[in-house]
């Protein structure tokens, strides 16, 4: 089944604890990317990767950390969380050619909870 | 820059009945896409319909059709026959080609169905 999957789904956690929160896909496609959902603000990009090792900052980058080292899998790495990090994730992958018709499929989302 | 508005907070429907959930959208581009999401109370994002710049039909997709007015810039969701599980918040989004190729959302509509 194609779908894009995140780890873990739901997470509450201390400031400044280390965490990541896996993404991989299996539909080979070059494009992914991090959203986050914040109530009354909709979803905003946080980083994206147009393909290995190709990554780049969206619009609210501050505090996170990314890296693709394989076409499949996309981490999103706090180093050090704070409260206002808490918020609904969202992984995102597409196909590059097509655009800008080609589909984003999303990942079951992980709710994280910073205390 | 471009932007996604959605003036709507919550919306109430009664089963059966159809609805309009409304989007405007501002860019100076002359390709561009157009999405609606849909996302439950359990939280994932659920594509509906696409609307490109230069499709000259509006598209549908069962229920769902998109009333698209290229010159006042909108792209209106309808939700024919309403039913019960149609009650979810729904998302308007534009896909920007030029930075990051993302998805740029609007705040959202919540739909609530009643019987």
């Known amino acids: 089944e194609a779908q894009v999957t995140q780890n873990p789904r739901y997470l509450i956690t201390v400031t400044g604890k280390k965490l990541t929160v896996t993404c991989s896909q299996n539909?080979?496609?070059?494009?992914m990317s991090w959203y986050r959902q914040d109530p009354g603000l909709g979803l905003r990009q946080i980083y994206y990767?147009?393909?290995?090792?190709?990554?780049d900052k969206g619009d609210v980058p501050e505090g996170y950390k990314v890296s693709r080292k394989e076409k499949r899998n996309f981490p999103l790495i706090l180093e050090s969380p704070s409260p206002n990090q808490t918020s609904l994730y969202f992984c995102?992958?597409?196909?590059?050619?097509?655009?800008?018709?080609?589909?984003?499929?999303f990942g079951p989302g992980t709710r994280l909870t910073v205390l | 820059a471009q932007k996604i508005t959605q003036t709507q907070p919550g919306m109430f429907v009664q089963e059966k009945e159809a609805v309009t959930l409304d989007c405007t959208y501002d860019?100076?581009?002359?390709?561009?896409?157009l999405f609606w999401y849909k996302q439950p109370s359990s939280g994932e994002m659920i594509f509906l319909i696409y609307?490109?710049?230069?499709?000259?039909q509006n598209a549908t997709e069962g229920r769902y059709s998109l009333n698209f007015q290229k010159a006042r810039k909108s792209a209106n969701l309808v939700i024919s026959a309403s039913q019960l599980g149609d009650s979810a918040m729904y998302f308007c989004?534009?896909?920007?080609?030029?930075?990051?190729?993302?998805?740029?959302f609007g705040t959202g509509t919540r739909l609530q169905v009643f019987p």
């Open positions: 995102a992958s597409s196909f590059i050619m097509q655009r800008p018709k080609n589909e984003q499929f």
């Open positions: 539909m080979n496609h070059e494009y």
């Open positions: 990767s147009m393909n290995v090792e190709v990554t």
């Open positions: 860019t100076s581009d002359q390709s561009y896409g």
């Open positions: 609307q490109g710049s230069y499709d000259e």
């Open positions: 989004a534009m896909r920007d080609l030029l930075v990051g190729d993302k998805l740029i």
